[in-house]
């Protein structure tokens, strides 16, 4: 379904040969045909973000967008003033097309970092890609499609809110970390809301979502969340469901995220409670959630505490406070580390499920938070040993 | 030459039936035969830190510790009390036999977490090390054999200083990360120094050694450094000197478990030159040694200066001041990345050899930092995804 599926939307996804892989889509655009042109967007912390977040984040900043340019290939990332005038070219070609102002149009790139596009072949998808858009669910799915790299699979949602609708696609499986996956996501609605609720909605929802997942403890120089809202539907949400629904296609995109990270073989929850605050909690969860031998460990089915309370324990002090002795450690549900000691046998815990949670109770306070992460496998290397684009 | 390479020490290593693994050397100790009884600690920063981490710290404190009782095997950590007791028993054992006080004997355990002691083969271990105490070589390397685990190799120094000797011995191969590797290590000398020169001259040599080096980003419960001076040569050094041999010893040590990290088939040197300060040129190396993607790059021969910078992006302005457009990523001696754009091929560099070097240049101020890492292999996934003890 994804973007397509809320009103007043179309989108498509193309073959413009900006990806080495001969025949792969790379290229998808959505655009909002109105009535309303709201937008918001969230982008990467990382200081050396790329030419096309360079250049959305000045776009997105009045609050209005009227389309996007996505392409897989080649992230156009730390490639100086020439990459920042391949976004704009984009852009405009793009604006062109649509009779609008470059300004109005967003960019995103992923990809190898370090090469400029392939500008010809760029400005050439861009026109294939305005010529083939659709509000069809088929083209929704076709944009999805295009903007996987290393994915094996599309990523989207569709969700009904009270009398109007939100759709999305993300792309995200590796360079995966907060602050904000390696991702690219486009998030549409036909609710009528204002910019600053946009703008309010979606950084709510990518903070207990997308900011809550890490695959690899390597943050992106091209992540970016857009939420496009159209106004199609005619309905003026209710602010607090809208909030809800914003927050719940977050989190229905990142956790797919999570489904398809590189080489994975577990999805793996880490829920703290028992916290003094929410940010100790997400603290000691990130901790944990980061280990790579714990999640080696979990690609070999081993319901290793220890790892879990070693991790733990490199949380300071004053940032989380509780005391060893007082910890619980839970693996699907079996309580293998009691008081800081050996709980029940490991050998109860059936790790074979591709969800494994843990459930750690700190004993000092109401507060917590969960962040999902995925096992270290051999694919995972092998991905990231031979990755090329 | 390990340990008793400095006069005035006395060693062994025995298989006391402690390890899973069938006749393993799996215990070890070390005397020293004075005249002096000088000893310095450094410990792991774990909150989860282990029982013989809690008995050894307290037992040094005083800046006396007449031997040591180390084993592999089994890590008697997040074991409660009745871990504590048997750290005690072991100390109380080895004391009983040197006709010295409990609290003058330190003691280390590495190995599976989780687990308690079998008492009963530590004692009777602690018995037969102690029979076959000698000053010899031999005996020193046997001791260095016995506190393996998961490594490959023996890891040992020895170096002659004005007049007198250091030696030394480490293990560690994964749960490496700063603040101290995973690792047991004893250095000792035959130097004339008091409690203060020991505890100073130790603690400058981790900090530039064991505390830059980083093999998997998990930090260790068991972590424990110790410095044994037996005054035997009668030499009292030159305090710089002295201060000086010592870090070489650290850095020789830990540069050996880099060496022997789990699965490693690169040696990676991570050095931020043209630093704020020394503290800005850490952190930012420190990013740049723990990003998992870079790690996989490395052990695919591929020098992917994109994974450099996106790490580098993740210091914050405030910790490390640097303008992205100035910053300079050469790999082997090749400049890659230039101006934070690319340089020269990445075909040029030959990324054949064991050491791969990233030489990052911020161009800011003075100031740098050297940490050492390992690449991320399919070995090192195998070795924790299957590691029981």
Redesign the interface.
Known sequence: MSVTFAQGFSASGVVAGISAVEGKKDMAVVVNDGPLDVAAGVFT?????AAPVQWSRKAVADGHIKAVVLNSGC?N????EAGYRQSADTAAKLAGLLNVADADIAVCSTG????LLPLDNVLSGVELAHNALSSSSEAGELAAEAILTTDTKKKTVALEGAGYRIGGMVKGS??IAPQLATMLCVITTDAKVSAEQARKALSAGVETSFNRIDV??????NDTVLLLASGASGVEPDEDEFDAMVAKACASLSRQIIGDGEGASHDIRVTVTGATSEDAALACARAVA????LK??V??N?P????V???????P?DVAPYD??NVTVDVNGVRV?D????GRPRSEVDMTPREVHFDIDLGEGDNQATVWTDD???E?????????S
Request: hydrophobic letters at 30%; a negative charge.
């Open positions: 912390a990382n200081r050396f973000c992230a990332a730390c490639t100086g190898m970092i370090g090469d590796g360079m690899d403890g390597c943050m992106s120089t980061a280990s790579n031998l080696c460990a690609c070999g081993d290793n505490w220890g790892r309370v070693s991790s733990l324990g490199t949380v002090a060893p002795n580390c008081g800081g000691k050996p270290l496998t051999h995972y290397v092998h991905i990231n040993a031979d990755y090329e």
